[in-house]
């Protein structure tokens, strides 16, 4: 069966500070990878999503980089946090025509 | 711009009683889904529509999807006090099935009161 695996489950980072996500999937190959935002008491932003190692789509310019150097791998990046920043980041993963499941999250606050 | 609008945002009800959450969508899509999230944790995928007249069924849960309307509707038939979550439907844009990722609405956050 297929899993997917997100760390940290929190982070408390300080502004001006670099950021490293983590998301993996394992018992699948190929897959769509997304990360989404969700803000404190709002719905979830779409950041990124990639179809394939080395392929990111953007769908809101912010401070925020994507990268998937593995097929399986998926990871959010920022080389200088903002408070704006702060939210509950969410990796999630489909195959084509499928459901997208989400991961358990990494909650970062910015301080 | 595919926008996605869910009402009621906020609902409070008994246990026992019956209500339907609405999900209206702008753009041609085929491919509905409903989450829960419960507070402080991730999204539980309930239910996958992909077709027009789909209807599934779990529990005191249904859920449906009209096309041709751009609307789904989830129904929660005699309410229990452990179906308070906030309830999320989201939209896949219609692309041949492609990996576009989905599009939200802004959660029902359901109360169930004894």
């Known amino acids: 069966s297929q899993t997917i695996h997100q760390w940290p489950a929190t982070l408390v980072q300080p502004v001006g500070s670099p950021l490293s996500l983590e998301c993996t999937v394992e018992?699948?190959?190929?897959?769509?990878l997304y990360w989404y935002r969700q803000a404190a008491g709002r719905g979830l932003q779409l950041l990124f999503y990639?179809?394939?190692?080395?392929?990111i789509s953007s769908e809101v310019p912010q401070n925020l980089s994507a990268s998937r150097p593995q097929d399986r791998q998926f990871i959010l990046s920022s080389k200088k946090l903002l408070l704006s920043d702060s939210g509950f980041y969410l990796c999630?993963?489909?195959?084509?025509?499928?459901?997208?499941?989400f991961g358990s999250g990494t909650r970062l606050t910015v301080v | 711009e595919l926008k996605v609008e869910q009402n009621p945002l906020f609902l409070s009800m008994q246990e026992g009683k019956n209500y339907t959450i609405y999900c209206n969508y702008s753009?041609?899509?085929?491919?509905l889904y409903w989450y829960r999230q419960d507070p402080g944790k991730s999204l539980e995928s309930l239910f996958v529509?992909?077709?027009?007249?789909a209807v599934k069924q779990e529990g005191r849960l249904m859920a449906s999807l009209d096309t041709k309307a751009r609307l789904s509707t989830l129904h929660i038939t005699a309410a229990v006090h452990d179906l308070s979550a906030t309830y999320f439907c989201?939209?896949?844009?219609?692309?041949?099935?492609?990996?576009?990722?989905?599009?939200f609405g802004k959660g029902t956050h359901l109360i169930i009161q004894p």
């Open positions: 529509l992909l077709s027009n007249g």
């Open positions: 018992g699948t190959s190929n897959p769509n």
């Open positions: 999630a993963w489909s195959r084509t025509g499928d459901g997208y499941t």
């Open positions: 990639s179809v394939g190692i080395g392929q």
């Open positions: 753009t041609t899509s085929d491919r």
């Open positions: 989201a939209v896949a844009p219609y692309s041949g099935g492609g990996a576009d990722g989905l599009t």
